[in-house]
């Protein structure tokens, strides 16, 4: 079986970490998104058919040609919006056999593909999808059932309960036919819960399998820190690869790769995963949720926590740095601090595609873009967003988001 994964979006909302990238290869727990993804649909599948268009060569870059020595062919998405329109783009590589189709930037384990598949066949079904029941299905599909089949799909229904799509299906290849008739939605996208309603009304079986296991849709910059936190709480191994001078401190469970040097006085507690070739300390404290990538520094004097701090980063003299995301060869200078929390400890507001939005948590600090220069002495607004490729001069107070490229001085 092939499975079909898609990867082509813009991930506005994921903005500034997607400035100059498609979102699914931004490394949660070190490792691309999209990366989870193909591992947990690889015990079912003998080819990947990824497809792209926004920032592709990124991608492919970053993925190669296979996957656990299978092949990854890339197809780039037909002109047109949409996951219908990017599934059609598939076309061409899928033949006479039931194909899966996962959405690249979702988290999903592997109970979910297996139940899935036996859904599919346990109801000889055209189609079968997976759900979960969420009691606020307003930023959902909302999938109505009638027995142990789907009676119809329903965009965006509200704040209601229910079954939510969670973007993972399998498909016989007769789909083509009715994405082909599919028409474009109000969004002004070819929408595959609106196949799936045509093949519903042509009397085509489709089937749901119920998740029970964790799953996360990444839309918006703080779900990276979601699962971020859920990685390192239950998929972490306590591992020490790199060098531990004498006079740090480690609490299992951490992660350490080779090359990285962690120095003395440092203290870490776990669950934190630090990438290669990385210099930790002297004397820092980085607590749990933390996840250092490969090339990164965080000096002496700096304290880090339930953060995600990319490749070639750096938080290098006096920096704290608190549930926030520094994207790739980002240096903050000596003296930055994040702000994570409201003085009326309400919820941080985080500015998403021109609207601004409740991101749920009481703790949220920036989310800084990547090759941002960061002066010293910065202090920076909770929820508050730097654009990639900007400069931010000495003593600047960060209280309203930079966009991309922007220089900020006093
Ligand atoms: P979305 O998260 O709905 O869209 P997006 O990735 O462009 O993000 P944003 O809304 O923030 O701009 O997409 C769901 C999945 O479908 C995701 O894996 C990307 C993929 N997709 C395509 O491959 N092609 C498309 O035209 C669209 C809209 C999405």
Redesign the pocket.
């Known amino acids: 079986m092939k499975a079909v994964v898609?990867?082509?979006?813009?991930?506005?909302?994921?903005r500034p970490l997607t400035d100059d990238r498609p979102?699914?290869i931004l490394k949660v727990a070190n490792r691309p998104i999209i990366g989870y993804v193909l591992e947990n649909l690889d015990p079912f599948v003998d080819e990947f058919i990824i497809?792209v268009?926004?920032e592709k060569e990124k991608l492919i870059k970053a993925l190669g040609d296979e996957f656990n020595g299978k092949p990854i062919t890339y197809v780039e998405?037909l002109p047109?919006?949409?996951?219908a329109?990017?599934i059609e783009s598939a076309r061409k590589h899928i033949g006479e056999e039931e194909f899966i189709v996962a959405?690249?930037?979702?988290y999903f384990e592997i109970e979910g593909v297996k139940d899935l598949i036996g859904a599919f066949r346990r109801e000889k079904a055209d189609a079968a999808l997976l759900v979960k029941e969420f009691d606020d299905l307003s930023h959902f599909g909302k999938i109505e059932v009638e027995g142990s089949l789907v009676s119809g799909v329903k965009e965006k229904p509200g704040k209601v309960s229910g079954y939510a799509n969670l973007?993972v299906y399998i498909f016989k290849p007769e789909v083509f036919e009715f994405i082909g008739k599919t028409p474009v939605s109000k969004r002004g996208?070819y929408e595959i819960t609106d196949t799936l309603n045509l093949m519903i009304g042509a009397g085509r079986r489709v089937a749901y399998a119920v998740y029970s296991g964790y799953w996360n849709?990444i839309?918006r910059p703080w779900n990276l820190l979601e699962l971020n936190e859920y990685l390192l709480k239950n998929r972490l191994r306590h591992e020490i690869r790199g060098i531990v001078e004498a006079g740090a401190t480690i609490v299992p469970p951490v992660e350490i790769g080779e090359g990285t040097v962690v120095r003395s006085g440092a203290y870490i507690v776990g669950p934190v995963k630090i990438g290669r070739n990385s210099r930790i300390g002297p004397n820092c404290f980085i607590r749990p949720a933390t996840s250092i990538g490969d090339g990164c520094h965080v000096g002496n004097a700096v304290e880090v926590k339930n953060s995600i701090i990319m490749d070639g980063s750096n938080a290098p003299h006096l920096n704290y740095v608190g549930d926030s995301i520094i994207g790739e060869n980002t240096n903050l200078g000596a003296g930055t601090i994040t702000a994570n929390l409201r003085h009326d400890r309400g919820n941080v507001k985080v500015e998403v595609?021109g609207k601004l939005e409740d991101s749920g948590r009481h703790k949220l600090g920036a989310i800084i873009g990547h090759n941002v220069k960061v002066g010293i002495n910065v202090s920076i607004y909770p929820g508050r967003k730097i654009g990639s490729n900007s400069f931010i001069g000495p003593g600047v107070i960060v209280d309203r988001n930079v966009p991309q490229g922007h220089i900020v001085t006093v």
């Open positions: 898609l990867a082509a979006g813009k991930g506005e909302r994921l979102k699914v497809v268009r926004y998405q047109g919006e949409g996951t329109k990017a959405n690249g930037d979702i973007g996208e849709d839309g595609k």
